[in-house]
Nanobody
Framework: VQLQASGGGLVQVGGSLRLSCKASGRTFRRYTVAWFRQAPGKEREFVACIFRWNSGSIHYADSVKGRFTLSRDNAEDTVYLQMSTLKPEDTAVYYC???????????????????WGQGTLVTVSS
């Protein structure tokens, strides 16, 4: 599967952005899809994921709970990350990732995802 991330940009503190991860090439609903982010000088960290098929279970990092909302549209082969109440520490390159065999306990580990988008930069200014 090929992934195309988009929607990043410059936003002020407290603002909102919606990121999109568009998939092509395979049956999208077979894949668990996640967002990771990487700030300069830091490791890539888990943001959120939504599981494959009809499970649809969603998990968030504690740092974004209550502010970010993940959803998927299987008809459009797209996963959306709605980000609200943005903070300067949310500034990073955001990557979407997918995998068809991921188990729940591995969802935080970027090495468990076999497919990656190119990243989209989110900058939150204070």
């Amino acid at each position: 599967v090929q992934l195309q991330a988009s929607g990043g940009g410059l936003v002020q503190v407290g603002g909102s952005l919606r990121l999109s991860c568009k998939a092509s090439g395979r049956t999208f609903r077979r894949y668990t899809v996640a967002w990771f982010r990487q700030a300069p000088g830091k490791e890539r960290e888990f943001v959120a994921c939504i599981f494959r098929w009809n499970s649809g279970s969603i998990h968030y990092a504690d740092s974004v709970k209550g502010r970010f909302t993940l959803s998927r549209d299987n008809a459009e082969d797209t996963v959306y990350l709605q980000m609200s109440t943005l903070k300067p520490e949310d500034t990073a390159v955001y990557y979407c990732a997918a995998d068809s065999t991921l188990i729940s306990s591995s969802r935080y580990d970027p090495r468990q995802y076999n497919f990656w988008g190119q990243g989209t930069l989110v900058t939150v200014s204070s």
